[in-house]
């Protein structure tokens, strides 16, 4: 399964089901379920379904903050082009689990390889 490399604080806002929204520079055709990974800590700490994916209007932004959590507004966020990529069913493990950080995974970490 691939993992989705995520920043705090928002990959706790994920985890705790209150963002639902991830906003990112490009669509994903991806669906189903991704691991997500914590940003720096070489660790995997949860799960969640990618259910769909859109593109952002500035109105669309305003008008749906309560799912993607941003609020310092759409002339702040630093894409050009923003969509948001839709996630369900996010859940934190309660152990997260190590893994091999690939060099130069920045988004997606493919096929992702559990230490022992």
């Known amino acids: 399964m691939d993992g989705l490399i995520i920043k705090d604080p928002w990959i706790g806002m994920v985890l705790d089901n209150f963002k639902s929204w991830e906003i990112r520079g490009s669509k994903t055709e991806k669906r189903g379920t991704i691991y997500l ?3 720096g800590s070489g660790y995997i700490v949860g799960q969640t379904d990618i ?14 903050k309560e799912k993607h959590r941003v609020e310092t507004g759409y002339e702040k966020v630093p894409y050009k082009s923003p969509w948001a990529w839709i996630f369900e069913n996010s859940i934190r ?11 130069g995974a920045v988004i997606w970490v493919k096929g992702l390889q559990k230490k022992i």
């Open 93 to 103: 493990f309660q152990e997260p689990i190590p893994y091999i950080h690939p060099r």
């Open 51 to 64: 259910v769909g994916c859109i593109e952002l209007t500035e109105e669309r932004f305003e008008e749906n």
């Open 37 to 39: 990974i914590r940003s």
